[in-house]
């Protein structure tokens, strides 16, 4: 048994903060605030150190972040609803994914042959276009 004063108001000090951690967190479930560690450790008056030392405040902190708010039938989003915004979502960004690799490559393209015809490997354009007149008027 321990029977040391310093040891035994430790262990009080941090069950009252255990606590007020827990009345912290029905709290924001009751006004269907935004639920995190920092929000609920200034509300509650603790560091973020201490819900980190205990694991089991930081699991219902991070449980309850992850519940939807229940503050009324206009803000309850259903796992369905979401689902199909992150279904919506990927589409998107499949769909940028798709336009951005176009627009490379159109643009490699267009790099290549203006670079083709600085370097002087190639022939000019009017030199072709005269061969082309050439040849029409000798048919």
């Known amino acids: 048994m321990n029977t040391n004063p310093l ?16 009345k912290a967190i029905n709290a924001a479930r ?33 449980a309850a972040g992850a519940e939807p708010p229940g503050d009324g039938a206009s803000s309850v ?3 369905a609803s979401l689902q199909a915004d992150l279904a919506n979502a ?13 627009l490379e490559t159109k643009l490699s393209e ?11 490997l190639g022939a ?3 030199v072709e276009q005269l061969k082309n007149r050439i040849t029409a008027l000798e048919q």
Request: no cysteine.
């Open 110 to 120: 267009l790099l290549g042959e203006q670079a083709w015809r600085e370097s002087g």
């Open 77 to 79: 989003v259903s796992r």
């Open 90 to 102: 990927l589409d998107r960004s499949n769909r940028l994914a798709a336009r951005v690799r176009h």
């Open 7 to 22: 040891v035994e108001g430790r262990k009080a000090d941090s069950a009252r903060r255990r606590q007020r951690v827990i």
């Open 124 to 126: 000019p354009g009017d």
């Open 30 to 62: 009751r006004d269907g605030t935004t639920i995190s560690v920092s929000g609920i450790a200034r509300r509650a008056g603790v560091d973020r150190a201490f819900l980190y030392r205990h694991k089991d405040l930081l699991a219902q902190v991070h």
